[in-house]
């Protein structure tokens, strides 16, 4: 069986250590949180960076510096980046792209969030998308909605994206797609359908769906995101005191069916990454 994927996101635009003193903020803190996820066995980081206050921040020299520390401390660990629209504002979403990660998550189209709309313009998409292309960088395409698997599609045939695309299932966001077996089946069909029957396709559970996602990943032969950025606990009760404890998770659910989980030499082999610097 294909082995899985691992990918914590390890903080987020939101969860703050009032929610969870675990969640890292600071650049020495979010390395050695992914350090400990990597060792748990997670291959690839969704990385976000924040101001020393905790907000959001797009700064591209954070970037840097939390994409060198994670390949300092993390041989072979894919590095992804966030240009979510939480952490700035038109072209500042992707400033940190000359950096070259191997991958940077990609927004195709707009939807509800709980409090606002998150916007993706098809302007924004277009140059976020002919970056990523310019340096080398395969994108995670974030399907908030099934209409963003079709553009993601759209955009493959027409040259604005390079090889099979990456989709992840996000699902469980307030006023976006709730967490629908039905629907979660469709979208592997859709993604096999449009993209080939070997496309290779993750997920993501939003709060207490987290662990339901992971499961079904991880059964129907996806690839599995984990992390604080999407939940900070373990159950209603219990925090998770890292994010190591969630990938950890993730892992025992592999064993439990029968699931390898991928080496970061597999997933790069899987997703047609370059090599590790």
Same mark, same amino acid.
């Given at each position: 069986m294909t082995p899985c994927i691992i990918c914590v996101a390890i903080t987020g635009s939101l969860p703050q250590k009032s929610d969870n003193p675990a969640v890292p903020i600071s650049i020495s803190e979010q390395v050695e949180s992914t350090h400990e996820a990597f060792e748990a066995g997670a291959s690839i980081v969704h990385a976000h960076v924040r101001n020393d206050d905790g907000s959001p921040s797009s700064d591209p020299e954070k970037f840097a510096r939390l994409k060198e520390g994670v390949e300092a401390h993390c041989p072979g660990m894919i590095v992804q980046l966030s240009t979510g629209g939480r952490s700035g504002a038109g072209k500042t979403r992707g400033g940190m792209l000359p950096l070259r990660p191997d991958m940077a998550s990609l927004s195709v189209g707009s939807n509800n969030f709980p409090t606002r709309v998150y916007e993706n313009p098809p302007d924004l998409v277009d140059w976020l998308a002919a970056e990523m292309l310019a340096h080398d960088i395969k994108p995670e395409i974030e399907a908030f909605d099934l209409s963003h698997i079709f553009q993601a599609a759209k955009m493959q045939a027409d040259g604005r994206l390079a090889g099979t695309p990456y989709v992840q299932f996000v699902m469980g966001v307030r006023n976006a =797609?709730?967490?629908? /077996?039905?629907?979660?089946?469709?979208?592997?069909?859709?993604?096999? +359908?449009?993209?080939? @029957? %070997? @496309?290779?396709?993750?997920?993501?559970?939003?709060?207490? &769906?987290?662990?339901?996602? %992971?499961?079904?990943?991880?059964?129907s032969g996806g690839h @599995?995101?984990?992390? =604080?950025?999407?939940?900070? +606990?373990?159950? /209603?009760?219990?925090? @998770?005191?890292?994010?190591?404890?969630?990938? +950890? /998770?993730?892992?025992?659910?592999?064993? +439990? &069916?029968?699931?390898?989980?991928a080496t970061p030499a597999q997933a790069r082999r899987l997703l047609g990454l370059r090599a590790a610097p």
């Open positions: =797609m709730p967490v629908d /077996r039905e629907v979660f089946d469709f979208y592997i069909a859709t993604v096999k +359908r449009l993209f080939g @029957a %070997n @496309a290779p396709w993750c997920a993501a559970g939003i709060g207490a &769906h987290q662990l339901t996602l %992971n499961e079904w990943a991880v059964t @599995a995101r984990t992390g =604080m950025e999407d939940n900070v +606990r373990l159950d /209603r009760t219990t925090l @998770a005191p890292s994010n190591a404890a969630l990938v +950890r /998770r993730v892992v025992d659910l592999c064993a +439990r &069916h029968d699931r390898p989980v």
